[in-house]
């Protein structure tokens, strides 16, 4: 696992874990896309938090080309995409995880 993507993944592990502590009845699923990005062709990987019972996810996306980057996708199971925008990796505090995750599953 490259650095940037393991940085992100433990910042979003704690963040789901704060997330779970104040939203008991809201489940969500983390998935770390290391692999599954490259072998479609996409110099990228990608963390998702889904919520399954709202049909929402957030999506974390980690380009090669922008390494100090991470690009965050609001979006459903389907892969629509209502809203996103793009974050320095190193000021994307696990406080400001779990903001959008309230922000987007509540």
Do not use: W
């Not at 009845?25 to 709202?54: F, W, Y």
């Not at 925008?85 to 987007?104: G, P, R, T």
């Amino acid at each position: 696992m490259r650095e940037p993507l393991k940085l992100l993944s433990e910042r979003v592990a704690v963040a789901n874990d704060l997330f779970y502590e104040k939203n008991k009845s809201t489940d969500t699923v983390i998935g770390i896309m290391d692999k599954t990005l490259r072998q479609q062709g996409m110099n990228a990987e990608a963390i998702s938090v889904d919520c399954i019972p709202l049909n929402k996810k957030i999506v974390f996306l980690l380009h090669d080309d922008k390494p100090d980057h991470v690009d965050i996708a609001f979006g459903n199971k389907a892969g629509d995409i209502s809203a996103s925008s793009q974050h320095v990796l190193k000021d994307l505090s696990v406080e400001h995880i779990v903001a959008f995750m309230v922000d987007y599953f509540s």
